[in-house]
């Protein structure tokens, strides 16, 4: 079982940067395709951008050139730096793990609680 726990959201002027982080707990997080998702008021959860074990990075094309994903492989924890952020980025975001293969868009074994980000126009 792997726990992880979210934190650095918050509310942030429209072209503002906000950086989120993601604690893990597992000793094999190096192992982990880790990734963040999101999801709006009324909307599905989708995701936003992904990292596998050695550092390739997979976005979804509204957040290209905006938001980074990193990893600490040391320090067991998943990052998510978003700058120029707008109102459609008002979401809560999700860290999310698995081991297992296929696309990196789904199929997700375990979920953090998640962290609101409020973008004010």
């Known amino acids: 079982q792997v726990q992880l726990v979210e934190s650095g959201g918050g509310l942030v002027q429209a072209g503002g940067s906000l950086r989120l982080s993601c604690a893990a707990s597992?000793?094999?997080?190096?192992?982990?395709?880790m990734a963040w998702f999101c999801q709006a008021p009324g909307k599905e959860r989708e995701f936003v951008a992904a990292?596998?074990?050695?550092?390739?990075?997979y976005y979804a094309d509204s957040v290209k050139g905006r938001f980074t994903i990193s990893r600490d492989n040391t320090d067991n924890t998943l990052y998510l730096q978003m700058n120029s952020l707008n109102s459609e980025d008002t979401a809560v975001y999700y860290c999310?793990?698995?081991?297992?293969?296929?696309?990196?868009?789904?199929?997700?074994?375990?979920w953090g609680q998640g962290t609101q980000v409020t973008v004010s126009s």
């Open positions: 999310a793990a698995r081991l297992s293969g296929g696309s990196v868009k789904n199929a997700y074994d375990y």
């Open positions: 597992t000793r094999t997080f190096k192992s982990y395709l």
């Open positions: 990292i596998n074990w050695s550092g390739s990075t």
